[in-house]
């Protein structure tokens, strides 16, 4: 008897909507109705890249390297690949990229007159674990011997376990 009842309702529910769409309703242009539509003349405000996730990748005070003197060209597709000084430019900081269990930090692999290598690590636990099936981006910072000034700032990663 349940199933009979639903069975009805289902019906009457199918004679409504057909009787509705059959006077101009919704989604009907030829019936001289409103057309209800899901597109948008107003431009995609989707991200296309990390960099595009964040509302203010470089904090407060902070100056952004420019890109003609960064090289990011060693880290994977999809890295944010933000960089910036602080102070009088000895503080460098860079977004890093984490998730799950991993955690990330950032070394200063090398730096002279010309250039200065900067090793953003993604340290995984070892062993097995759960984790979530997330994605951080947190800001890091290191210090630097001297302020960055016209150096270039090189950009690799690497993954480790601990």
Request: proline share 9%.
């Amino acid at each position: 008897m349940r199933s009979l009842g639903t069975a009805l309702g289902a019906g009457a529910l199918l004679v409504a909507l057909v009787g509705c769409s059959s006077q101009g309703g919704i989604g009907r242009p030829d019936a001289g109705g409103p057309v209800l539509t899901t597109e948008s003349s107003a431009p995609s405000t989707a991200p296309t890249s990390p960099e595009s996730e964040f509302e203010a990748p470089v904090p407060p005070g902070g100056k952004q390297v420019p890109k003609d003197k960064l090289d990011a060209s060693l880290l994977p597709e999809g890295a944010p690949g933000v960089v910036w000084t602080e102070g009088d430019g000895s503080v460098l900081g860079v977004i890093g990229l984490e998730g799950g269990c991993s955690k990330a930090s950032v070394e200063l692999a090398k730096q002279d007159a010309r250039q200065v290598h900067v090793e953003l690590v993604e340290t995984q636990p070892a062993g097995t674990q759960a984790c979530t099936m997330d994605i951080r981006y947190p800001p890091l910072t290191t210090k630097l011997d001297a302020p960055l000034g016209d150096r270039e700032v090189v950009l690799t990663l690497r993954q480790a376990v601990k």
